[in-house]
């Protein structure tokens, strides 16, 4: 059975890191669904860069699946966004409850995770400039990604580390090095040196 993993999404999120993490997903056999987190209920949103990305389903539809995973993008107003939204708040404190796995990048570690508490005593990173709003968090400036293996949380700092991102949520799901045939496929010669 295909792991499940929840992409929240929302006007303003970085969509390299939206895009990325979903199509990498999906290439490891996850079961990924993209949801919209727009208050107007529109599936469609217009990312950071004016992308527009039309998703699965709304955020509303999610409460009777479980996720092995809650991974979320960041960009601005993106991370506001999902920040504001208490659905995808309500999941993300369920899935810390549960003890499984969830995941931010960018600024949504900050903006999404550590202002509702979900990074309280978690070692994590975020996107520089909103390292300080990183409170209750045991924060790791100098790190791209963070794995607290204990918290069961997963942070990276921005879209140059989406794809490494990715791959650790592949290991997350599938067990250790377990993205490495989906590196070897998209030729990321780089991730089967380096992210081991």
């Known amino acids: 059975m295909p792991r499940q993993v929840l992409v929240p999404v929302a006007n303003g999120s970085e969509e390299i890191e939206a895009v990325t993490v979903i199509n990498t997903l999906r290439r490891s056999g996850a079961q990924v669904t993209v949801a919209s987190c727009n208050i107007d209920g529109n599936l469609e949103i217009v990312a950071s860069q004016k992308t ?15 996720y092995h995973l809650i991974a979320v ?6 991370a506001d966004n999902l920040k504001n939204n208490p659905e995808l708040i309500e999941l993300l404190q369920n899935q810390q409850r549960a003890g499984k796995w969830y995941a931010a990048i960018c600024a949504a570690p900050a903006v999404v995770l550590a202002s509702h508490g979900l990074l309280d005593n978690t070692h994590a990173t975020c996107y520089p400039t909103f390292m300080e709003q990183m409170e209750g968090a045991l924060a790791h400036p100098e790190k791209p990604i963070v ?6 949380v ?7 580390n989406a794809m490494a991102f990715s791959f650790k949520l592949i290991d997350a799901l599938y067990g250790k090095d377990a993205f490495r045939p989906i590196a070897k496929q998209m030729l990321a010669h780089w991730a089967l040196r380096s992210c081991s």
């Open 147 to 152: 794995i607290d293996e204990k918290k069961r």
């Open 154 to 160: 997963i942070t990276a700092q921005g879209p140059g």
């Open 52 to 66: 527009r990305l039309t998703s699965d389903i709304h955020i509303k539809e999610c409460f009777d699946a479980h």
């Open 73 to 78: 993008p960041g960009g601005m107003p993106g």
